[in-house]
Each structure stands twice: as C-alpha cells, then as structure tokens.
Antibody, heavy 122, light 110 residues
Framework: EVQLVQSGAEVKKPGATVKISCKVS????????MHWVQQAPGKGLEWMGL????????IYAEKFQGRVTITADTSTDTAYMELSSLRSEDTAVYYC???????????????WGQGTLVTVSS | QSALTQPASVSGSPGQSITISCTGT?????????VSWYQQHPGKAPKLMIY???NRPSGVSNRFSGSKSGNTASLTISGLQAEDEADYYC??????????FGGGTKLTVL
C-alpha cells in the first residue's frame, strides 16, 4: 500500500524556521517527484515546489523562492520542506503529494500526505 | 503566476447537475491537457477526481466528468448527492514548468 506519512503539527515564532517531513512507503521513492502544497486556514491550495528525489533537483514557485528548501533523503525515503523567516501568513496546513506515473510528474497529484499544520504565533 | 479563476460557490439540489468552471490562460489551461480536479472535505486532504482534463481515476464515480474549451476547463457533477458537498479545486501545468491551482469552489447541496 502506498503511503505518505507527514510529521506532526508545529508551533513556531515569527522569524523562525520549520522543517516538515514526508515519509513514503509502498513505492520506489526515487522514481517520482515529490511536491509540496500550502493551504492557509479557509483559503485555497497553493503549489510551493517539488524535488526530484533521484538527483535532488528542485523547482520552486516564485512566491516561496528564497524562503523554501525542499530536499529528499533517499536513505530513509523521506522528503522534507523547510520554510524560513516565518510570518503569521505562513500559518497553514502543508501537504506533500506525488504522482505515481512516470510521464505525468507535473500533471496531477495522487496520493497526498495527511497534512501538517504549522502555526506561526508570538 | 496568477491563480486560475473559479466561482467562489455553486449550489444544486439532490439529483441535479452542476458545472464548475476554471479559467486560465494559453500559458496554462489553454496550452496543455494537464488540468486536474480535486475534492476536499473539511479537515481532509484533497482527493483527485479528474486528471488530464477528462480522465477519472479508478474508484471515482462516473457522475464526475471533465472537459475543456480554450482557456476554460469544467467539472460537471451529475445526479448530485449530499456527499458531494465539498470544496473543489482545479489545477494546471504551466509553461514555466510550474503548477497553478484555482481559488476553489464551495459546492453546497441544497
């Protein structure tokens, strides 16, 4: 069974850095990109970027460029999303998601992780 | 990259059909057949309902269908059921090798 299991909720102060993990099982981690998606409370989905676990190459959305770092640890089949210089607007649920079709790495997202709530508050 | 444009809300009675639109540009929706649709219930992760404009994943009801004309994609739900009440999001691949989502549509089943 394919699973994406994310780390637990975090509470951070403004200006801090958060690092969220997404551990996969049930498929070959290095074969498929891992994407990250942000959802602020009561708001829509926003694509943050992706990592190719095979070589570590990344693509980031302009909104998060410079503050986000997405990495992949192939020894533990875990992807990470690190967001720095946190502000209140970063309070959101963060999802990891992939697509298990080689030719469709950017075309849709399925499956998804369960989501991780990050709260930024002083 | 601006978000794709979706209506904020739509509603329908059980048994009726509704359509949710998703408007982009020739650099995203209009330029590629890589539009997907997601259903999200409160507190849950999004669920893929349609991929590549009109394809349904295994297990998704055939009451859900997708289409595209020019820069606008559409999700149609026929035979509305109470369980269809949720938020719906479209997404598209873009010419800058990114992904963009729509702002989301809240579906209310009256």
């Amino acid at each position: 069974e394919v699973q994406l299991v994310q780390s637990g909720a975090e509470v951070k102060k403004p200006g801090a850095t958060v690092k969220i993990s997404c551990k996969v099982s049930g498929y070959t981690f290095t074969d498929y990109y891992m994407h990250w998606v942000q959802q602020a409370p009561g708001k829509g989905l926003e694509w943050m970027g992706l990592v190719d676990p095979e070589d570590g190459e990344t693509i980031y959305a302009e909104k998060f460029q410079g503050r986000v770092t997405i990495t992949a640890d192939t020894s533990t089949d875990t992807a990470y999303m690190e967001l720095s210089s946190l502000r209140s607007e970063d309070t959101a649920v963060y999802y990891c998601a992939t697509v298990l079709v080689p030719a469709a790495q950017m075309n849709w997202f399925d499956p998804w992780g369960q989501g991780t709530l990050v709260t930024v508050s002083s | 990259q601006s978000a794709l444009t979706q209506p904020a809300s739509v509603s329908g009675s059980p048994g009726q059909s509704i359509t949710i639109s998703c408007t982009g540009t020739s650099s995203d929706v209009g330029g590629y057949n890589y539009v997907s649709w997601y259903q999200q219930h409160p507190g849950k992760a999004p669920k893929l309902m349609i991929y590549e404009v009109s394809n349904r994943p295994s297990g998704v009801s055939n009451r859900f269908s997708g289409s595209k004309s020019g820069n606008t994609a559409s999700l149609t739900i026929s035979g509305l059921q109470a369980e269809d009440e949720a938020d719906y999001y479209c997404s598209s691949y873009t010419s800058s090798s990114h992904v963009v989502f729509g702002g989301g549509t809240k579906l209310t089943v009256l």
